[in-house]
């Protein structure tokens, strides 16, 4: 779906562990960068929690001589308010609202779906990071902010470890491949075509027409070098999976070469043998240089 949109999620909340922390960083990075907002409902409505020893007062007893059952009321305290952590960040952190303590789920549903009036996107690219998992916080400033509200991502988890570039492309493919969202981050057409080759089956050409003058090169030995992976398949009217398969093209252009590339851009067919019937089309293109993809769907009927 083009355009902004906005993910509810309705939860009486979670605990999330350490190491499931650059998990959550993936979800929130993904929402930023795909225009996704994520708001959070606390299905726990209206907050009933016991205070802590902490809020008795001076003369408060410790955990040593509460009773059994103050004990278990602050455990629990502290748990409800851990696992409530997860629904404000995703909310915090995406510029989504969190509605929490109230009973009224009508009107908090009401109020998530309204997105934010103004939304900034602000990127950096931090130095020097040691890859321990550790936790980084962020500040965001208003210069001149007199009578305004803001609301800004806090922090981050820094992940333990490189991402292998090669299995990130393919699991980006593979979910892309496999959703039914459009993407057009690349300049990309789709374009099918098919013949009969027996009474009931055909061969489905899925051509995926691709602007190579627009997209994003690497200078290389006196070359402009980019890898595409393109992925084209079908799906049956139920969306169950039929048949696909992947393409990798490398383009090595000189200079000069780039310059004259036809405006129609370049062509790359994938055929497919099936059986007669009506298909969803589905063919994604990734570049290597731009970490980008085009996604689109079309639809053939095969007699």
């Known amino acids: 779906m083009p355009g902004s949109r ?27 960068r795909n225009n996704v907002v994520i708001s959070s409902l606390d299905a726990r409505g209206l907050n009933s929690l016991t205070p802590g020893a ?6 408060a007893p410790d955990a040593l001589t509460l009773g059994a059952e103050n004990v278990k009321m602050q455990l629990d305290r502290q748990t409800a308010l851990a696992n409530m952590d997860v629904l404000e960040e995703l909310a915090q952190d995406t510029g989504g609202a969190f509605f929490h303590n109230d009973n ?9 779906v309204t997105q934010p ?12 990071l040691k890859l321990d998992g550790s936790y980084h916080k962020l ?13 800004a991502r806090r922090g ?7 991402e292998d ?9 593979t979910e892309a491949f496999f959703s039914r969202e459009e993407m057009h981050e690349l300049p990309v057409e789709l374009k099918t075509q098919f013949f009969k080759t027996e009474v009931l089956k055909a061969r489905l050409s899925i051509l995926a027409r691709i602007d190579a003058k627009h997209l994003r090169y690497r200078k290389a030995d006196g070359r402009n070098d980019n890898t595409l992976t393109v992925v084209g398949g079908v799906f049956d009217q139920n969306g169950k999976y039929v048949v696909g398969t992947q393409k990798v093209v490398d383009f090595k252009f000189k200079d000069q070469t780039l310059d004259i590339l036809p405006e129609a851009g370049i062509t790359v067919k994938t055929n497919l043998d099936v059986a007669s019937g009506s298909y969803i089309v589905r063919l994604v293109v ?17 007699p």
Not at 9 to 30: A, C, K, Q, W
Not at 54 to 59: H, I, R, T, V
Not at 165 to 173: D, G, H, S, V, W
Not at 286 to 302: F, P, T
């Open 139 to 151: 500040k965001i400033g208003l210069k001149n902010g007199a009578g305004m509200q803001m609301q």
């Open 117 to 128: 009036e103004y939304i900034y996107v602000l990127g950096f690219a931090p130095q020097n």
């Open 54 to 59: 902490e809020n008795l007062g001076p003369n």
């Open 156 to 162: 981050y988890f820094e992940r333990n470890h490189l």
């Open 165 to 173: 570039p090669a299995e990130e492309a393919k699991t980006e493919i």
């Open 286 to 302: 990734r570049d290597s240089e731009g970490k980008v993809m085009s996604a689109l769907n079309s639809a053939v009927v095969i």
């Open 104 to 112: 009224d789920f009508i009107g908090g549903l009401k109020q998530l």
């Open 6 to 32: 906005t993910i509810v999620l309705v939860s009486p909340g979670f605990y999330l562990v350490v190491d499931h922390r650059t998990d959550e960083m993936d979800v929130i990075d993904n929402a930023i």
